[in-house]
């Protein structure tokens, strides 16, 4: 059960953040404002209470808070990006993380180390953490290796040609996991129970499980009829404006 999600404003930047599709033509801020604005309030119709930071205007993808920490109940570590110009966002989380946990359960990911929590997919059994362009091996060792000493069982998964490892799936209801063709028969994930989602739909791969509910991004009709089917509670956000920088709904928010 999630209590707490904390999600920071989206920076008038926003244009100049990192994306893999230009064709999208760069974000609208009024409407990402909007959209993030839904997003809050899907989050406390899904019980949880919200904590909103500000924008960082020298961080253009700063509103993707979930790739500066991976957070538990009761401690937290904080990620080492693999962009570079993501870094400094690392710091501004650790200073909104001390509200939340005392500073020696607050973790830290260490050079040559890095890991953007995109990658990192927590199942009921166990954690995942993508090999990617943003997270190495050293980076994803390094929170094995923490998650491991406090009894947490987790392994490193190569992450094929994506952004994130969570940009081609994301956990649903009962334990099942939501994948794009790529991770459709890949072996680390073939004791899940898996829906496929349809091609030209992957970017709704990337679903949000929240306390029994499901928030999907608008515009996806059959990712959204096949979580309707396992029978829990599906709400929707339109994300478009985060989509044009590679952004979706796990990306805005940490939950613990
Ligand atoms: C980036 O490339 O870092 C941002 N434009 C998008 C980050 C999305 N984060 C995520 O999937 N966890």
């Not at 059960?1 to 904390?6: L, N």
């Not at 930047?13 to 909007?34: F, K, N």
């Not at 180390?113 to 995942?128: A, I, K, P, S, Y």
Request: charged fraction near 25%.
């Amino acid at each position: 059960m999630f209590r707490t999600a904390v999600v920071r404003r989206p920076a008038r930047s926003l244009a100049a953040g990192i994306t893999s599709s230009p064709h999208l033509g760069a974000p609208d801020y009024d409407r990402a404002l909007g959209q993030h604005d839904a997003y809050i309030r899907a989050l406390e119709a899904c019980g949880v209470s919200v904590t909103v930071l500000e924008a960082l205007e020298e961080f253009p993808d700063s509103c993707f808070v979930e790739d500066t920490a991976v957070c538990l109940r009761d401690r937290a570590v904080l990620s080492n990006p693999g962009a570079p110009s993501r870094t400094g966002e690392v710091e501004e989380m650790e200073r909104a993380l001390r509200s939340f946990f005392p500073s020696d359960r607050i973790y830290r990911i260490r050079e040559p180390g890095t890991l953007e929590g995109g990658d990192v997919l927590r199942t009921d059994t166990e954690f995942f953490v993508g090999l990617s362009g943003r997270t190495n091996k050293e980076g994803a060792i390094q929170l094995l290796t923490l998650l491991r000493d406090w009894g947490i069982p987790g392994q490193a998964v190569p992450v094929p040609g994506i952004l994130h490892l969570k940009t081609g799936m994301s956990l649903v209801h009962g334990g099942r996991l939501l994948v794009t063709e790529e991770f459709a028969d890949y072996p680390p994930f073939r004791a899940f129970e898996k829906i496929l989602v349809p091609t030209e739909e992957a970017y709704a791969a990337n679903c949000l499980w929240v306390n029994g509910n499901v928030i999907v991004p608008a515009g996806y009709p059959g990712v959204r009829r096949a979580v309707e089917g396992l029978g829990c509670r599906v709400l929707e956000v339109d994300t478009s404006e985060f989509r044009k920088i590679d952004g979706g709904l796990t990306c805005l928010s940490l939950l613990f």
